[in-house]
């Protein structure tokens, strides 16, 4: 916990105000785990690559102590039985299944059941616990707890781009081969980042599919350029399988909010499958 305070303050003068300590105590850290997981500079410390993986695994020891006071609260309380979650397929692999593995080795009882959709099912009539939630909230009386906001970005293959010449402008992208979703219109407003105004394009539609992953799969398959979902695209952007193109204008941006129907205090299961998600989600 003194480790992840050093890291989100970049100071271990203000981790130690904040913690309550002396300095000298909390510059003992290093030599206590005797490893190098932060790089001193005149502003501050940041973090070794050794540190970032270290600091993960801190922030879920530390959300697990924030909700240890409500687990005396619910003494035993042991969730156990069904717990059913639909969210889209862009929030599948990166985001809801690790939240969802992290919660089962935390609450054993549970038998997660899933629903991947990027269509809105409600809550009441399909027995669901949880709905991951992309886009403006429908009109509800169901609670909904903020995310984040997924922002859709251009992407191809270093190969694709080989092929063609790399689009730098709104107009040079019209004119690339776009593999399309059903929900993703040829026409659509885009944001230019570097004047912040907004404006409507017209894509030139090369394929079309129904699934997220498909349209993935096609592009990595050097067959055309493809809007993705942030949270899809940064894993492969690290690797570079996929390149980021005309960086300075985005697609659609959506709010992400997860949706329950409990009107009161709602389980400790569904308030830490929230708070998984959401880290998982700023991780990216």
């Not at 989100?8 to 909390?26: D, H, M, N, P, Q």
Request: charged residues 20%.
């Amino acid at each position: 916990m003194v480790f992840a305070s050093v890291a989100e303050k970049g100071s271990f003068t203000r981790a130690a105000e904040t913690l309550g300590i002396t300095k000298s105590a909390v510059s003992q850290l290093e030599k206590e785990l005797g490893i190098r997981v932060l790089n001193r500079t005149t502003r501050g410390v940041s973090l070794s690559t050794l540190g970032e993986k270290l600091l993960r695994r801190c922030q879920l020891l530390q959300d697990q102590v924030n909700l240890a006071f409500t687990d005396i609260i619910n003494a035993g309380v042991d969730p156990q039985g069904r717990f059913a979650v639909t969210f889209p397929h862009s929030l599948e692999v990166n985001v809801v299944i690790p939240a969802i593995e992290q919660l089962c080795v935390e609450y054993p009882g549970l038998l997660p059941e899933l629903a991947v959709s990027d269509k809105t099912l409600d809550l009441v009539e399909n027995k669901l616990d949880v709905a991951i939630h992309a886009g403006d909230l429908p009109n509800s009386s169901y609670r909904a707890l903020p995310i984040g906001t997924m922002t859709e970005i251009f992407c191809a293959t270093p190969l694709y781009l080989q092929r063609t010449a790399i689009p730098k402008t709104a107009k040079e992208l019209c004119q690339q081969r776009w593999i399309a979703t059903s929900w993703q219109q040829w026409k659509m407003s885009i944001l230019q980042l570097d004047s912040n105004e907004s404006s409507t394009i017209k894509l030139s539609q090369f394929a079309q599919t129904n699934t997220l992953t498909c349209a993935l799969e096609m592009a990595l398959r050097h067959l055309g350029i493809v809007l993705l979902p942030d949270v899809v695209a940064r894993p492969l952007l690290k690797t570079g399988e996929l390149v980021h193109i005309v960086d300075q204008i985005t697609g659609p941006r959506r709010p992400v909010y997860s949706l329950h129907a409990y009107q009161g205090e709602k389980p400790i299961h569904v308030a830490r499958f929230h708070q998984l998600v959401s880290r998982f989600f700023t991780e990216l």
